[in-house]
T-cell receptor, first 113, second 111 residues
Framework: KAGVTQTPRYLIKTRGQQVTLSCSPISGHRSVSWYQQTPGQGLQFLFEYFSETQRNKGNFPGRFSGRQFSNSRSEMNVSTLELGDSALYLC????????????FGPGTRLTVT | GQQLNQSPQSMFIQEGEDVSMNCTSS?????WLWYKQEPGEGPVLLIALYKAGELTSNGRLTAQFGITRKDSFLNISASIPSDVGIYFCAGIIQGAQKLVFGQGTRLTINP
C-alpha cells in the first residue's frame, strides 16, 4: 500500500506571496493532519480534516488554511508569507482520526526569502 | 505551550550500546506513539501504545506506557549505525483529539 505523498518536496517563495501544498493520504485513510516543523519550535499541529471538514485547529494565524476533498486528499494554503513561515510542513494520515496512529509523508520544505 | 518533556535532548553512544529515552507530562495520556525521523524525511511510526502499563516491542525497540499514564519510555538495544536519527514521543491527552509531540532526542552513534 502506498504511503502518504506530499507535493512539492521543496519550494522557495518570497515574502508576501502565497503557497499551496498538497497531501495524498494512505488509501482508505479519512483523516489528514498538518504539522509545521522548525528547529526552534519542533512539531506544531496546524489542523486536522476528516470527511472534508476541519475537525481540530492549532494555534496558528488565519493565514494558514486548508481543505480536504471528497477523495480525502488535502491541501494547505499559506497566504502573505513571512520569513518565519520557513519550515518543513508535514502531512499525516490516519484511518478515522488524529487520536489514532498517524502516518507521515516526507514533507514539503518551504523556504521564504 | 509544550506539554511533553522528552529527555535526553541528545545522546552520543558507541555502536552496540543500549539506549533509553523517555517522555513525561503533567497531563494524562490515552495514547503514546514513538516516531523516528531521519534527515529530509517525515517521522516514521515505530511503536504505538494504548493501555497503561503496556509494554510493546518492535525488533530491538521496546516501549512502555507508564502506569500513571503520564509518561512513556523507549529503549533500543544493541544499537547499530542505522539507528541514528531523531526520536520523537507523541501522545494524545485524555479528552483531546490531537497529537502533541516531544522536542525529540537526537541519537548519534560512533562506530
Amino acid at each position: 500500500k502506498a504511503g502518504v505523498t506530499q507535493t512539492p518536496r521543496y519550494l522557495i517563495k518570497t515574502r508576501g506571496q502565497q503557497v499551496t501544498l498538497s497531501c495524498s493520504p494512505i488509501s482508505g485513510h479519512r483523516s489528514v493532519s498538518w504539522y509545521q516543523q522548525t528547529p526552534g519550535q519542533g512539531l506544531q499541529f496546524l489542523f486536522e480534516y476528516f470527511s472534508e471538514t476541519q475537525r481540530n485547529k492549532g494555534n496558528f494565524p488565519g493565514r494558514f488554511s486548508g481543505r480536504q476533498f471528497s477523495n480525502s486528499r488535502s491541501e494547505m494554503n499559506v497566504s502573505t508569507l513571512e520569513l518565519g513561515d520557513s519550515a518543513l510542513y508535514l502531512c499525516a494520515s490516519s484511518l478515522v482520526g488524529a487520536a489514532l496512529e498517524q502516518y507521515f509523508g516526507p514533507g514539503t520544505r518551504l523556504t521564504v526569502t | 505551550g509544550q506539554q511533553l518533556n522528552q529527555s535526553p535532548q541528545s545522546m552520543f553512544i558507541q555502536e552496540g550500546e543500549d539506549v533509553s529515552m523517555n517522555c513525561t507530562s503533567s497531563s494524562i495520556f490515552n495514547t503514546w506513539l514513538w516516531y523516528k525521523q531521519e534527515p529530509g524525511e517525515g517521522p516514521v511510526l515505530l511503536i504505538a501504545l494504548y493501555k497503561a502499563g503496556e509494554l510493546t516491542s518492535n525488533g530491538r525497540l521496546t516501549a512502555q506506557f507508564g502506569i500513571t499514564r503520564k509518561d512513556s519510555f523507549l529503549n533500543i538495544s544493541a544499537s547499530i549505525p542505522s539507528d541514528v536519527g531523531i526520536y520523537f514521543c507523541a501522545g494524545i491527552i485524555q479528552g483531546a483529539q490531537k497529537l502533541v509531540f516531544g522536542q525529540g532526542t537526537r541519537l548519534t552513534i560512533n562506530p
